[in-house]
């Protein structure tokens, strides 16, 4: 008699998981159409990334508007304050005044300061590619691989309660480049 139970616990298990990331994945995508229409996406990320043979840890501030993303520096205080403004495919770096344009600043990879402008870019255009919850300690997440460009993978947790994005991991070939823990999202 228990073995005749176990399959149709299973099943029954699978659909309620099936379900709850189908439920994670509408609120995602309708979450993703008020950030598209919001003039701009405010917030704190503290990126770690891999850069080469080195990790760089900094807080970026991070201003996307529509058309135009502006992220400063807050930490290390070494370079506190360096300014990138991203315009479709074009970036100047600014610092006390000097100005100096640098092309396109994911060129040659996933830099530091492109992280920021990167996930707010998913977090207003990528489509859920898939997602599921998640637990962290008492509190409910929602996950979501966000499908935003052919070159970069990214996956995203969603407080899920309120929907506000709290971290984001960039990987190239399933090894992971960078990630974002966001603070103080707003939109």
């Known amino acids: 008699m228990g073995r005749k139970l176990i399959l149709p616990v299973l099943m029954i298990t699978l659909l309620l998981t099936a379900c709850g990331g189908a439920a994670a994945e509408r609120e995602i995508e309708a979450r993703r159409d008020a ?110 691989e966000l499908f935003f460009s052919d070159e970069w993978e990214l996956t995203v947790w969603f407080d899920a309660e309120t929907l506000t994005p709290l971290r984001g991991e960039f990987s190239k070939n399933g090894v992971l480049t960078a990630s974002c823990e966001i603070e103080d999202f707003t939109y």
């Open 35 to 144: 950030y598209a229409a919001a003039d701009m996406l405010c917030f704190t990320a503290r990126v770690r990334a891999d850069v080469g043979d080195t990790v760089f840890r900094c807080t970026l501030s991070c201003e996307a508007g529509r058309e135009e993303t502006e992220v400063r520096v807050v930490e290390p205080e070494l370079i506190a304050g360096v300014t990138a403004r991203l315009r479709s495919g074009e970036t100047e770096l600014a610092y006390d005044g000097v100005r100096l344009s640098v092309g396109d600043l994911t060129a040659a990879g996933l830099p530091p300061l492109a992280a920021a402008p990167l996930l707010a870019q998913a977090l207003r255009g990528g489509h859920v590619v898939r997602a599921w919850r998640e637990k962290d300690g008492d509190r409910a997440l929602y996950a979501a």
